[in-house]
Antibody, heavy 121, light 107 residues
């Protein structure tokens, strides 16, 4: 059974940093691209970032480029999102999602339950 | 960036109704489109990819069609479990983008 478990969400002050993690199981992690998708409370879905199986292809939404960094550790079946210079606009549930493909970015066939990041003074 | 526009934003329907949701892309995306279902407090669930391919385990009452810039998700006979919010997503180009969502409510 595929499982994606996010962690690291918390309340943080504007301008601070935070690191989210996602631990994967139930599939061959380094066979697939992975993504972070966020959803502000009561709002729609926003793709944040994606990373190919070997980290050779990485991309970001314009709203986070330069502040958020995606990475993965295939040996530990883990995906990460380093978040810097946080603003209130970053308040959201952050979902880890598995791509149906390995290198290009496509649809997401499995999602974690999400972790809540609240940026507030 | 490719903008995805869904209509309607809210839809009221009854069990047994045929329901159609439309998604329009601001540029041609061929058939690089997925549909997701999300229930309150839950993660999204993939229903359809490449515009019309049903994800494994998804009931056959769900179907997708379209190519280019206009796409539809159809539920042939709405069931109680189908009341949820539905999102389209394009993966023709980066950044990947979602539609604003269509909430299917009980009439």
């Amino acid at each position: 059974e595929v499982q994606l478990v996010e962690s690291g969400g918390t309340v943080v002050r504007p301008g601070r940093s935070l690191r989210l993690s996602c631990t994967a199981s139930g599939f061959i992690f380094d066979d697939f691209a992975m993504h972070w998708v966020r959803q502000a409370p009561g709002k729609g879905l926003e793709w944040v970032s994606g990373i190919s199986w070997n980290s050779g292809h990485i991309d970001y939404a314009d709203s986070v480029r330069g502040r958020l960094t995606i990475s993965r550790d295939n040996a530990k079946n883990s995906l990460f999102l380093e978040m810097n210079s946080l603003t209130t606009e970053d308040t959201a549930f952050y979902y880890c999602a598995k791509d149906i493909s390995s290198s290009s970015f496509n649809a997401f066939d499995f999602w974690g339950l999400g972790t809540l990041v609240t940026v507030s003074s | 960036d490719i903008q995805m526009t869904q209509s309607p934003s809210t839809l009221s329907a009854s069990v047994g109704d045929r329901v159609t949701i439309t998604c329009r892309a601001s540029q041609r995306i061929n058939d690089w489109l997925a549909w997701y279902q999300q229930k309150p407090g839950k993660a999204p669930k993939l229903l359809i990819y490449t515009a019309s391919t049903l994800e494994s385990g998804v009931p056959s009452r769900f179907s997708g069609s379209g190519s280019g810039t206009e796409f539809t998700l159809t539920i042939s006979s709405l069931q109680p479990d189908d009341f949820a919010t539905y999102y389209c997503q394009q993966y023709k180009s980066y950044p990947l983008t979602f539609g604003g969502g269509t909430k299917v409510e009980i009439k």
